[in-house]
């Protein structure tokens, strides 16, 4: 048997792979009888579907992408899509906090109430074309997840104070206008606009359509509980059932949409999905939801993932963003960079530890899909048309070019081997020394995906079927392992 592990880890400021090959021995033919350091796996005993990986083309990543050189652009488009195999990706419904400008398809609803100026002029400058030269490149079929982030301005009631503690004397919300309704923070949509907004939603989707975008996915509103100082808006979990239940779903389903386009619930951070979901699925809207989606921001939260999987048996569970909150190569947020005391190096390792030790949790706990947020970024994490910024596993230069952080090696060791429509696997292991989900690919292969984010390497021996193979991780590397 052909047994391969794949290592990355980063010695002397460079990103270090390598290859190596692994003997297996029979556990029968053990000279004694082995007891410790094993990791089991049992494919016979098989969970979830795992269906892909995929990243945000907001319209900052198209903007960076536009202004590459034709082969540049080949090139990120393969390393994502060929190599990756990225089958998912998410745009924002008008203006998100990653567009280089503020917009909406209708300026000015109110003087236009039938939405006959309705026009997505802006996807198709950079957005739709980058998600076409995807379509044509990708090695598996492109599906599009649509969220919005706001409302039309005249439709929402005056912004919210914020509701972060401690941010009310934050200089990314001094000195703003509180008393008129605004794309940014915060505002919710008026009860009388909810069927005008369900009519809007559903004529962005058929824009996509009739431009040929495979739009098979959308989630109610981007962060319903955050009034940021970007697009935002604040949706209450009654109003976000009701809002689906009399008007969206109804809107979908006479033109035509139901069938084709899922709807996710939720789209905020961990630690509040399983009330939302309890909250806002019920008889009624069960058959109207096509899974939750949710955010890595606040930790771990793995036991929510796996209660809302008993649950809802059936429903996708879709990780649909996720970041390092910091610029590109700086330590935390952008405002207290000069404080701490990190290098880049440091700060792309806890970026790839994040990002590995959460997938390789939600997975275990039944994640079906997982999104990254931007494609890419510049150095400064923008342009967006608020302040601020934070990273990708891609880094923009100022030459047309671009860069891979860890992160980036880091996410390989999942998109590269674990293949759509693979199903995790039973594992059990002897420590909790390094985190570890196994997956059975349609192929046939196995994949065993290790983090180890200690200070020593650790020896493990991988048992399935009769067959050992002893292998060493080290300490501060992920690993890959297919046979």
Not at 47 to 53: K, L, P, R, T, V
Not at 309 to 326: D, I, N, R, Y
Not at 345 to 367: C, Q, R
Not at 422 to 446: E, F, H, Q, W
Request: hydrophobic share 35%; with cysteine.
């Amino acid at each position: 048997m052909n047994v391969k592990q794949y290592i990355s880890y980063r010695a002397g400021g460079e990103v270090v792979q390598k290859e190596k090959e692994v003997p297996v021995t029979l556990e029968a033919d053990e000279p004694r009888y082995t007891e410790s350091d094993f990791v089991n796996l049992y494919p016979q005993y098989l969970y979830q579907e795992i269906e892909g990986f995929g990243g945000a083309m907001t319209g900052t990543s198209a903007y960076l992408y536009a202004r590459m050189d034709p082969e540049t652009r080949r090139q990120a488009l393969r390393e994502w899509f060929v190599d990756y195999n990225y089958r998912f990706v998410r745009v924002s419904l008008d203006s998100c906090d990653y567009s280089p400008e503020e917009y909406q398809a209708v300026e000015d609803p109110i003087a236009d109430p039938e939405l006959e100026t309705f026009s997505i002029r802006k996807d198709r400058e950079e957005i739709i074309p980058m998600l076409k030269e995807a379509m044509a490149v990708a090695k598996h079929p492109i599906s599009v997840l649509v969220s919005p982030w706001s409302p039309p301005k005249q439709w929402k009631t005056n912004p919210a104070k914020p509701n972060f503690p401690g941010m009310a004397n934050n200089p990314m919300f001094a000195n703003f206008d509180y008393d008129h309704p605004n794309r940014n923070r915060g505002g919710s949509l008026k009860p009388e606009y909810y069927g005008s907004w369900a009519k809007y939603v559903v004529k962005f989707i058929l824009a996509y359509l009739e431009e040929g975008i495979p739009v098979t996915m959308l989630t109610i509103q981007n962060e319903p509980r955050s009034a940021t100082p970007w697009d935002s808006c604040v949706w209450t979990s009654e109003q976000e059932k009701v809002y689906l239940r009399d008007f969206l779903y109804p809107e979908m389903k006479k033109a035509g949409l139901t069938e084709k386009v899922g709807i996710f619930i939720w789209d905020h951070n961990k630690e509040r999905t399983l009330e939302r979901a309890c909250e806002v699925i019920d008889a009624d809207t069960l058959p109207m939801i096509a899974g939750i989606a949710f955010h890595g921001y606040t930790g771990d939260h793995f036991e929510q993932i796996a209660k809302v999987a008993e649950l809802f048996p059936g429903k996708v569970l879709m990780q649909s963003e996720l970041c390092g909150l910091h610029r590109p190569g700086r330590a935390g947020m952008p405002r207290f960079n000069e404080f701490v005391k990190e290098t880049p190096e440091s700060v792309e390792y806890k970026d790839a530890l994040l990002y590995a030790h959460d997938l390789i949790g939600n997975l275990n706990a039944g994640m079906n899909r997982w999104i990254d947020w931007n494609l890419i970024v510049d150095e400064e994490g923008g342009p967006r048309h608020v302040p601020g910024g934070f990273t990708a596993a891609t880094i923009a230069d100022s030459k047309g070019g671009y860069r891979k952080d860890l992160t980036f090696y880091y996410l390989g060791h999942f998109a590269k081997y674990i293949l759509p429509g693979a199903r995790r696997m039973l594992i059990s292991k002897c420590s909790d020394a390094a985190d570890v989900v196994a997956v059975r690919n349609p192929d046939g292969t196995t994949a065993v995906v290790v983090l180890n984010r200690g200070d020593r390497d650790v020896g493990y021996i991988l048992r399935w079927e009769g067959n050992l193979a002893r292998m060493l991780f080290p300490a501060h590397s992920i690993s890959t392992v297919v046979f």
